[in-house]
């Protein structure tokens, strides 16, 4: 960006004074083209100052020439007529007349080359002025020519530069795309995993019913011998390979409450009661329902219950 900041002015300043310049080279060009015709039109009035005075002294000459081609006059001691004398005044009149003419014209003549010199001299110091002008915008177009010349290459490194960081940054940004879609895919699967343990850890199994419903079911088995001979039963202990598919699942985190059927029932398996709230109780019984209060302790030695009924 910094190398476009400086390069801009530049190629403003390059535009505008290209066209700055394009004015004035039309300028030159067009004063240059008046100067040219400004040359001819001199040289023709040049040449038509010449061959007017030519012309002029041509036909001095030509009456010149007559007068001389005229019989002389003699000179004697005769009385001349006054037709005579008068034509000789005449004729010398005449010829004064013309040379003072010529005079006159080539007097003119003399100054109008002068003025045209003149005009000529002052069309050659303006046209050495404008050379002198053309060369100094010459030299200026190339050395601002010369600038952006250098300013452009300038840039153009600089873009090539900013290319290879691109690519670069591209193949590092590459990198850490892939890197952070296995992250994403590691931190998925990791926590699906800890979400699964979680569930598998919080997961708690309970169920009610009477011994012989349980005893039926797998749930419970008798060990031991009857406390009678004849009558009683053997003491009853869960089963050492429980089912969870005959238990009612729960999520121990979450649900405190297990709300029993009528009876009064009593907690067979190893969790201890101290950690939990029976809704009302008889006899060391549990009625009515089971509010866990301290869930990590209570189910900390099993996560099955069992609550026997009677």
């Known amino acids: 960006m910094r190398a476009l900041r400086l390069i801009a002015p530049s190629i403003l300043l390059a535009a505008a004074c290209n066209s700055t310049d394009r004015q004035q080279l ?3 060009a067009h004063a240059d083209s008046l100067r040219t015709d400004s040359l001819v039109s001199i040289k023709n ?15 001095i000459n030509d009456e010149m020439a007559k007068l001389k081609s005229k019989t002389p006059v003699k000179l004697t001691t005769a009385k001349k007529s006054e037709s005579e004398v008068a034509s000789i005044k005449e004729q010398r009149a005449a010829v004064l007349a013309s040379i003072s003419a010529l005079v006159a014209r080539l007097d003119s003549s003399e100054a109008r080359v002068e003025q045209l010199r003149a005009r000529a001299s002052q069309l050659s110091k303006r046209d050495a002025t404008l050379s002198s002008q053309v060369e100094r915008y010459s030299k200026t177009i190339a050395e601002l020519r010369q600038t952006v010349e250098q300013q452009r290459a300038d840039f153009s490194a600089t873009i090539a530069r900013q290319n290879a960081q691109i690519s670069a940054l591209t193949t590092q940004v590459d990198t850490f795309t892939r890197a952070t879609v296995r992250l994403a895919g590691e931190k998925a699967a990791l926590s699906d995993t800890v979400t699964s343990l979680t569930a598998e850890m919080n997961t708690a199994y309970y169920v009610v019913g009477t011994k012989d419903e349980l005893i039926e079911r797998g749930i419970l088995v008798e060990e031991g011998r009857k406390r009678l001979l004849i009558i009683g039963g053997r003491p009853v202990a869960p089963a050492r390979d429980l089912d969870p598919s005959k238990f009612t699942r729960i999520d121990r985190a979450r649900d405190r409450v297990i709300n029993l059927p009528e009876g009064e029932y009593r907690i067979l398996t190893r969790q201890n009661p101290a950690y939990a709230s029976p809704f009302s109780s008889h006899d060391g019984k549990i009625l009515g329902g089971l509010r866990v209060e301290q869930p990590d302790k209570f189910w900390e030695p099993s996560r099955f219950l069992i609550l026997v009924r009677g």
């Open 45 to 59: 009035e040049l040449l038509n100052e010449v061959m007017t005075s030519t012309q002029f002294v041509t036909a």
């Open 26 to 28: 039309a300028a030159l």
